[in-house]
């Protein structure tokens, strides 16, 4: 097993020095030379995160129904506003052809009630009235002094009780009809909440449902999010919450990527999980990097309690990479430059970083090889 491990490693580091044997020349060219220094720098932990879309929802069902119409698979991308899910819609409608003709009902009595009041208000008691051909309203102005003189009605109250009567039948067709348009906006908003619609521009994650699943409210249907801004969701110990800020940028290293993606600090929650005592923080990810949901990726977190013993600092832009392999171009006495491999640490300070072996302080390297490249 050991002799394996060995052998491989050795044919790395000789296929590392192959693709990059066009690199090697008799002498340096034009490329700055810089003497590699040593320097003591803050330890780091590296703490693991996993990548999450920066808005993502999970929609769920309002309403009984069955799911009709599904917009796409996985993947699938949606401009804002499209319809996504869309549930059986049938029962609902007819519901609301009921409630629009209990609406036209309600304003027909509405209507009557107000000629009633209106009659009664003009000619009252019109209908006893009109059974002797008017001849009550003659015996009225004796007979009423009398019934009032002696105690046996009121002939004014009873006319104001006939007219709030009817004013009485007037409220109740107006209640009516407001009741019958309430009953209408909650089978409209019924209505809406049957199709559900992209909150923004994004892609279906995951699907819970298919079409024809019966569904309940709330139900979950589909999970959609934007996956162009994706950030890194991190549990970061409390005690090194001194050491970052909202906005301060460091480095991150997603799976799959050999070199360190600067990511930015957007958010520090004010809360720390009191089982863990750890702080959730969030980071964001640079626009067009090569990252997707659910990877997984480590953050390098400055540690005031751990320094490193002085190592040899270089700066990034003196690396060359192959794969996971990095390299320098090491400068002899007599100028000429030969691929050395080394081996780098978690220390970093600023642009420059700690290499643990492959070179020692005093050294001269290339500053820049891409620039040798380039001629």
Not at 14 to 19: G, K, V
Not at 129 to 156: E, V, Y
Not at 236 to 245: A, E, F, Q, Y
């Amino acid at each position: 097993m050991k002799y394996s491990k060995a052998l491989n490693a050795a044919l790395a580091a000789c296929f590392f020095s192959i693709a990059f044997i066009h690199h090697s020349a008799a002498s340096a060219p034009d490329a700055a030379v810089i003497t590699v220094e040593s320097d003591t720098l803050d330890g780091q932990v590296r703490l693991g995160g996993t990548v999450v879309p920066e808005q993502i929802v999970n929609l769920s069902a309002q309403m009984p129904g069955d799911v009709r119409y599904i917009a796409g698979s996985e993947g699938d991308f949606f401009r804002a506003g499209e319809v996504l899910v869309e549930l059986d819609r049938q029962a609902l409608l007819a519901k609301r052809e009921q409630v629009v003709s209990q609406i036209s009902n309600a304003e027909a009595n509405y209507r009557n009630a107000v000629v009633q009041y209106n009659h009664e208000l003009v000619n009252p008691n019109s209908q006893a009235n009109s059974m002797m051909g008017g001849a009550p309203s003659l015996f009225d102005t004796f007979s009423d002094p009398i019934r009032s003189f002696t105690g046996q009605g009121n002939p004014a109250i009873e006319r104001r009780s006939n007219l709030y009567s009817y004013s009485v039948q007037v409220e109740t067709a107006q209640n009516a009809i407001y009741q019958a348009y309430a009953a209408l906006r909650e089978i409209d908003e019924s209505l809406l909440n049957a199709v559900s619609y992209a909150p923004f521009d994004g892609v279906i994650l995951k699907k819970m449902v298919e079409q024809g699943d019966i569904v309940q409210p709330g139900m979950p249907l589909i999970s959609f999010a934007d996956t162009a801004r994706l950030q890194i969701h991190v549990s970061v110990p409390t005690r090194l919450l001194g050491t970052i800020k909202s906005g301060v940028q460091i480095n991150a290293s997603l799976d799959g990527l050999t070199t360190p993606v600067p990511v930015r600090i957007n958010r520090i929650f004010p809360m720390a999980d009191a089982g863990g005592h750890t702080t959730m923080v969030k980071f964001d990810l640079p626009l067009g990097v090569d990252a997707h949901s659910g990877m997984y990726a480590e953050i390098a977190v400055p540690d005031p309690t751990s320094r490193f013993s002085a190592l040899p600092t270089i700066p990034q832009s003196s690396i060359v990479w192959q794969g996971s392999l990095a390299g320098v171009f090491l400068v002899a006495d007599d100028g000429s430059a030969r691929l050395r491999l080394i081996r780098i640490g978690d220390g970093q300070l600023g642009d420059k970083v700690s290499v643990i072996s492959g070179i020692k302080a005093g050294d001269r390297i290339l500053a820049n090889p891409s620039d040798r490249n380039s001629h």
